[in-house]
């Protein structure tokens, strides 16, 4: 059985951010979207209080805007599809081994050059040792508390479009196997509108050891019932609920799109929340500040980033210390 990854809370060695680059991907976004990355890793690079941060840019050009835009960190060019690290960067322990599992571009929606083998090649270029895992795994379908104990979602890791041979059980024991996770809550559905097949990481995160956030939204939240169905399963499961407000109905072009306060990261000196514009961003921002007494936690825009579909946290992969 492999060693259980710490939780994000853990100190940090580094962080790696994607840092936007493929004008056709991001379009009139880019360079707004390049601006809330840049303003994230400052946030978290906190000064030299935080941690070191790693921008990946896929090109010269990007690297060239990335320095301009945030000489703190330190850029590297490594060629990708597009910035969700959390999905296609290695899973990385306590120990420096990075477990490299295979990516499908979400069940074969985006398969873009680059995204499959990032992953090793980040790993490679920090002198981890890289362990593959063969199934198809995104970091941001996952959450542990450090204990063993580890939340994901129905909607998305028993999707047939990633593992379609593998029962619940079968992926509960690759969970223990490939990552130490001995005890599986499962969630039923993510956001709506979400491409990643309902990733937890835009639903529910652990602040503590057997402690989880969750959203909360009134009626007119078009997930308010998915809300409902996590915080059943997890009371039921003994784990205790944490209710942070939702950012409500978000729309961009009369669509709903999956606006989440839950998609923060956890740094070593701040935590960071995305926010929209809506009336419950001051109150989404200061639940979370509540639970994490010992780091400055701020909001910060994240309107052009979503528009990829993401935010904060998905474009985010820590390297322990």
């Known amino acids: 059985m492999s060693r259980t990854p710490l939780p994000e809370w853990a100190p940090h060695q580094a962080v790696w951010i994607g840092f936007p680059s493929h004008p056709e991907l991001w379009q009139d976004d880019l360079d707004q979207a390049r601006d809330e990355v840049a303003a994230f890793a400052r946030a978290v690079h906190a000064e030299g209080r935080g941690e070191q941060v790693l921008l990946v840019a896929a090109d010269a050009e990007a690297a060239a805007a990335a320095r301009a835009l945030a000489p703190f960190a330190e850029v590297l060019v490594q060629p990708f599809g597009d910035i969700w690290l959390r999905d296609t960067a290695p899973i990385v322990d306590g120990d420096g081994r990075a477990r ?30 890289v362990l593959p895992c063969e199934w198809v795994l995104e970091g941001g379908a996952i959450d542990g508390d450090g204990t063993g104990l580890v939340v994901t979602t129905e909607q998305c890791l028993l999707n047939p479009n990633r593992n379609p041979a593998l029962t619940k059980e079968a992926v509960e024991r690759r969970l223990a196997a490939d990552l130490g996770y001995t005890r599986v809550l499962w969630l039923g559905d993510g956001l709506l509108n979400d491409h990643t097949d309902g990733h937890v990481d835009n639903l529910a995160r652990f602040v503590g050891p057997n402690r989880l956030a969750l959203p909360v939204g009134a009626e007119n939240d078009p997930n308010w019932r998915v809300y409902q169905d996590a915080a059943a399963r997890a009371r039921a499961a003994g784990v205790e609920v944490v209710e942070i407000p939702s950012p409500g109905r978000v729309l961009r072009d009369e669509e709903v799109v999956p606006a989440s306060y839950m998609n923060f990261y956890i740094g070593n000196a701040a935590v960071v929340v995305p926010v929209y514009g809506t009336p419950q961003d001051e109150a989404g921002v200061a639940a979370v500040r509540a639970l994490f007494p010992d780091r400055e936690v701020i909001g910060l825009r994240a309107d052009a980033i979503l528009t990829g579909g993401g935010s904060f946290h998905c474009i985010s992969q820590q390297i322990p210390a």
């Open 100 to 129: 490299d599992f295979q990516f499908n571009g979400w069940g074969g929606k985006y398969d873009l050059p680059g995204d499959d083998d990032i992953g090793a090649r980040l790993a490679r270029a920090r002198g981890l040792i």
